[in-house]
């Protein structure tokens, strides 16, 4: 309670921010920075994911994925800067596209905020559902239901995965030592 012996004093205090008119500054981002990531936008609200799969079609084989900004903003995610560049490079009619140095300030925070999951897309490799299925009937107790030649098939996708795998990272040493690549 207060005393009535103070006079009245009325004291305004000026506060020392205007946060009404308070502007974020943009948030800078390099082209070094995520170089294998550009905005997609002004494309129509009623996009979806697959919709945006579809126009970036052509690059689905090489890594490509979509992080949603907002209803008509997207954040493309290339599996190398390159492919980035070259789909900068490429005309849309649906979408307009852009690099994220250049991005709306919604785009940079959102790429800001989720940098671990903005790693280039890498494409998912071929699966099969043989170890699954020998660990599940193993553990019930089961005969498996699947015939011998089901079995034989199966086998020889394996076989051959990890024969094509094995091909693929000798080729891959010979580029980088500089091997005969005709004699393979």
Partial sequence: MLSGNMKNRESIQEPRFDYYNHEVSDIDLSDCEFPHVIEIYDFPQEFRTEDLLRVFCSYQKK??????VDDTHALGVFSSPITARDALGS?????????LSQATRAAKAKARAYAEFLQPAKERPETSAALARRLVISALGVRSKQSKTEREAELKKL?????RKRLEAKQREDVWEGRDQSAV
């Fill in 63 to 68: 890594g490509f994925d979509i992080k949603w």
């Fill in 91 to 99: 005309k849309h009619t649906m979408v307009k596209i852009r690099p």
């Fill in 159 to 163: 076989q051959e995965a990890r024969e």
